[in-house]
């Protein structure tokens, strides 16, 4: 079987164009669609992942608030900055990125930022309202792989969707949208036993664990559609860097064998930044018609 590469690109680059339209015309009405970025430390990754979220925001006409904080701030500090950002009309969207460091207390720094503004969709308002299908902020990459299954058309109903992972941010809003979208789900974590029997029987199989290539080819129904979240960095010396990126699943082993799959990195990636520019949409649009 021809196993096509679901590629994130063109799903992104879609949105794209839509964000950039309605850019222009809040715009119009006087309105810069703003995300407020705060970093503390340097650590390379978050580094990197906050500067192509920036770039992103000023490519499409949007605004971009760059807080970078030294390692060593407080909590108490990091929740002032937050409490001014609230209480700034002109920023629509707060993002904290993480991981921050250990002194600080990171559920309190999230639950600062004023629900309005949670475009990451981390807040338990924000999880509440997916919780009873309800309008608001999606995690960004759980939105994603979303929208990365429409865009491919891939039939949902009655299929039989296994989530492996159950994190706040991946596992567990993604499991509940394709119960939404009247899949049979299961979702599987570190205490399966077994997990192949599980994934064996997905239609969609989605890996979002952290674990480079858990997933192989022998556990894997034929013709599944496969999404593979994972970003894992394994040693390689024969790449500049000193390592190169896989996902949760064996992708040689599955190819040819799956009728789907995303490639890692390049598929589930780049959607993850295109949801949190859409949350940041979605924020002023509301701000223009509540304001
Ligand atoms: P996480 O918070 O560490 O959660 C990992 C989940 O995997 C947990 O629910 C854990 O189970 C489960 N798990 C761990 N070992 C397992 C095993 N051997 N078998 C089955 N389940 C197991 O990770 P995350 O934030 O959800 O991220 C998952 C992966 O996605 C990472 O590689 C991350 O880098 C990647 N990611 C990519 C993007 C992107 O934009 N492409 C965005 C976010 C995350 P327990 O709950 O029992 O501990």
Known sequence: MDTVRMEGKPVAEKLYQAIRSEVMDLKRHGIVPCLAVILVGDNPASVSY?????RTCEELGMRSVDLRLAP??????????????????SVHGILVQLPLPEHIDSRKVLFAIDAAKDV????PYSAGLLMTGQPG??????????????????????KHAVV????????????????????????CHSRTPDLGTIT?????????????????????????VVIDV????????TKPRGFRLV????????????????????GVGPMTIAMLMKNTLTAALKSHSTG
Request: glycine fraction near 10%.
């Open 120 to 123: 990451d969709g981390f807040l």
């Open 164 to 187: 492996v992972g159950r994190s706040l941010t991946v596992g567990k809003p993604l499991a509940l949208l394709l119960l939404d979208r009247h899949c049979t789900l299961s979702v």
């Open 247 to 266: 996902g949760d699943t064996v992708h040689a082993e599955l190819l040819g064998k799956v009728s789907y799959l995303t490639p890692v990195p390049g």
């Open 50 to 54: 906050v500067t192509a979220k920036e």
């Open 72 to 89: 060593h701030v407080t909590t108490e500090e990091l929740i002032s900055k937050i409490q001014e950002l609230n209480a700034d009309a």
């Open 137 to 158: 902020f999606v995690p960004c990459t759980p939105a994603g792989v979303m929208e990365m299954l429409d865009y491919y058309q891939i039939p949902l109903q009655g």
């Open 200 to 224: 064996r029987q997905a239609d969609i199989l989605v890996a979002a664990v952290g674990r480079p290539q858990l997933i192989r080819g022998d556990m894997v129904k034929e013709g599944a």
């Open 230 to 237: 994972g970003v894992n960095r394994i040693d390689d010396p």
